[in-house]
Structures are given as structure tokens and as C-alpha cells.
């Protein structure tokens, strides 16, 4: 079984930062690519930034330049550095995780934590 939990989510001002986590855990054998989505009511869930396992990075168009995508592979875990923040930013986040358990792929999500950016 593998859990993935984040942390770092928050109330902030507009023009605030914030940094995410996501750690995994459990039996596997490695973790390919890892990303944060997000997502606000009544919407699909949307790739905000996506890291490798050799650390290619991707983003989407509205947080490029204002986000920033890392990963310690040693620690089977990714952050998310968000700056310049917008209220348009809020939302719930969540990290996904495609992990390798022997010849099996499977995608993994975390339950979520709550971005609330004030203007």
C-alpha cells in the first residue's frame, strides 16, 4: 500500500508564499513522475506542475514563473514553492505519484490540502 501526505497548504494574503509537501510511503519499488493538480468545486482537477524522476519539470501556464516544482528522491518526496500568489490560486491541491511496485504501475493521489489565497 502506498500513502501520499501532504502538508503546507494554508491562508494566505495575495502576493504570499507558500510551500508544499507530499512524502511517500510504503512498499514499492520506485516512483516515476510526481506532480501537484488542483482543484475548486464544480471543476476537474488540473495539472498545476509535474517533476520526473530525473527532475524534467512541467507547468501550467497560469503558475509558470510563479511556482516551483522540486523533488528529493532520497526522501520519496516533492514540494511545491509557491509564490506571488493569486486569489484565482485557491483551491484544494493534491500531489500525485505514479509508483512502480515490481512490473505493476499505479497512480497514487494524496487526500489533499486547502490553498486559500485572500485579496
Known amino acids: 500500500q502506498v500513502q501520499l501526505v501532504e502538508s503546507g497548504g494554508g491562508l494566505v494574503q495575495a502576493g504570499g508564499s507558500l510551500k508544499l509537501s507530499c512524502a511517500a510511503s510504503?512498499?514499492?519499488?520506485?516512483?516515476?513522475?510526481m506532480g501537484w493538480y488542483r482543484q475548486t468545486p464544480g471543476k476537474q482537477r488540473e495539472l498545476v506542475a509535474r517533476i520526473t524522476s530525473s527532475g524534467r519539470t512541467n507547468y501550467a501556464g497560469s503558475v509558470k514563473g510563479r511556482v516551483t516544482i522540486s523533488r528529493d528522491n532520497a526522501k520519496n518526496t516533492i514540494y511545491l514553492q509557491m509564490n506571488s500568489l493569486k486569489p484565482e490560486d485557491t483551491a484544494g491541491y493534491y500531489c500525485?505519484?505514479?509508483?512502480?511496485?515490481?512490473?505493476?504501475?499505479?497512480?497514487?493521489w494524496g487526500q489533499g490540502t486547502q490553498v486559500t489565497v485572500s485579496s
Open positions: 500525485n505519484a505514479q509508483v512502480v511496485t515490481g512490473s505493476l504501475v499505479g497512480d497514487y
Open positions: 510504503g512498499s514499492f519499488s520506485t516512483i516515476n513522475a
